[in-house]
């Protein structure tokens, strides 16, 4: 790596994060909870659960910053934290769009057919 | 060539991120080289490999978001397609750019398609594009002369200009657009250039007029009548390929099908 890992990421306008474990642990504890309000079979809770299950279990167990982002394999912690809230914000405004409902409206006939 | 292009794909992909691993993400395409002479190569190589990676991925985003999506397709270029319902632009898109697995952040290209013979003539296209899982997926909406489409603005900022774009060149309109208007257009021009019934040499051409000193748009004139060739030849073209191939076996709920064009 050509930049100095602890004190810059790299990446412009990311600044290194102080505390990742506990703002990680914050914004997994906060996704699973707003997973908890959609269906059981719901496909996105499932695929959800199970990655931020086992990026939880990863921050509780590992506390060196380095060998984590290895672990987690997504990129600087910082990414990870970004993603995070990305994934925290999505979840949210999936509880009221109710993506896995049956589709809405088929397309008319001969819609994707092509050539036409 | 395509020995020295692997190599530069693997040389220059895996410096940078680090890829994500994991059942339900692409991997970096790698080229096997075969034991075997090449017979054909002009033919373009089947990858089934990146097919079937991509496949899987659009049956993953299938299953999270049955509601808006209506179909998935894989072209044989080994592009993934996502058909979905116009409601569903911006929960779609809000999801590819949000979703720890698919982190589509960038958005490449908004434009329409305009296929006068159906019944919603329009075909919004959306390309986007992951840079952690290097990989592009196509999101596919279709809309009408009147109905207006869900402005992804929102989402993606780099969609501002090119919605101005599709509103000024086909007429769609745009909801919760911050600022739409024309933007290739000159500013008091009637119609949209880019529908099939718009003519190539337009309906107005502009001139300097010398009496009012100013530039005066009249109805076109042109010298010599519009002349539309007909370039088929009369003998058949692709004499193997006369029925149309059937669609692969639907897989799953029946919303991934991946169709061979």
């Not at chain 2, 290097?134 to 989402?155: F, G, H, M, Q, W």
Request: charged share 25%; proline share 6%; net charge negative.
């Amino acid at each position: 790596m050509q930049f100095e890992v602890g004190k810059t990421t790299g990446l412009v306008g990311l600044a290194v994060s102080q505390s990742p474990h506990e703002h990680l642990s914050i914004l997994y504890s906060k996704i699973l909870v707003s997973l908890q309000s959609m269906p059981q079979d719901a496909a996105y809770r499932k695929y959800t659960e199970q990655l931020v299950s086992e990026r939880f279990n990863h921050v509780k167990a590992e506390a060196d910053v380095e060998k984590l982002e290895k672990k987690i394999n997504g990129g600087q912690i910082e990414e990870v934290i970004l993603q995070a809230e990305c994934e925290l914000t999505l979840s949210r405004k999936m509880s009221e769009w109710k993506p896995w409902e049956p589709l809405i409206e088929e397309p008319p006939p001969n819609q994707w057919k092509w050539p036409i | 060539m395509a020995a020295s292009l692997a190599r530069f794909v693997r040389g220059g992909l895996g410096r940078g991120y680090n890829l994500a691993r994991s059942s339900c993400l692409l991997q970096q395409q790698s080229r096997l080289q075969s034991s075997t002479a090449e017979t054909r190569p002009t033919i373009r190589p089947k990858d089934a490999v990146t097919h079937s990676q991509l496949a899987t991925f659009g049956e993953y985003v299938a299953e999270i978001m049955p509601k808006y999506i209506q179909q998935v397709e894989v072209t044989s270029y080994n592009e993934l397609e996502l058909m979905i319902h116009p409601d569903g632009v911006i929960p779609v898109l809000t999801f590819l750019k949000d979703h720890t697995n698919t982190q589509f952040r960038i958005m490449i290209d908004l434009t329409a398609v305009d296929i006068p013979s159906r019944q919603n003539r329009f075909e919004i296209v959306y390309h986007l594009l992951s840079m952690r899982y290097n990989s592009r997926i196509r999101i596919k909406t279709y809309t009408d002369e009147l109905s207006p489409v869900d402005s992804a603005v929102p989402v993606y900022i780099a969609a501002n200009w090119y919605e101005r774009e599709v509103w000024d060149m086909f007429g769609v309109f745009f909801a919760n657009h911050p600022d739409l208007r024309r933007i290739l257009t000159d500013y008091g021009f009637e119609g949209h250039p880019l529908r099939k019934d718009f003519p190539l040499s337009g309906y107005v051409e502009v001139r300097y007029d010398d009496e009012l000193k100013r530039v005066v748009a009249e109805p076109v004139e042109l010298s010599q009548e519009f002349r539309k060739f007909d370039l088929n030849s009369p003998w058949e073209v692709f004499p193997a390929h006369r029925e149309p191939k059937e669609a692969a076996p639907k897989l799953e709920a029946g919303d991934a099908s991946s169709e061979k064009k």
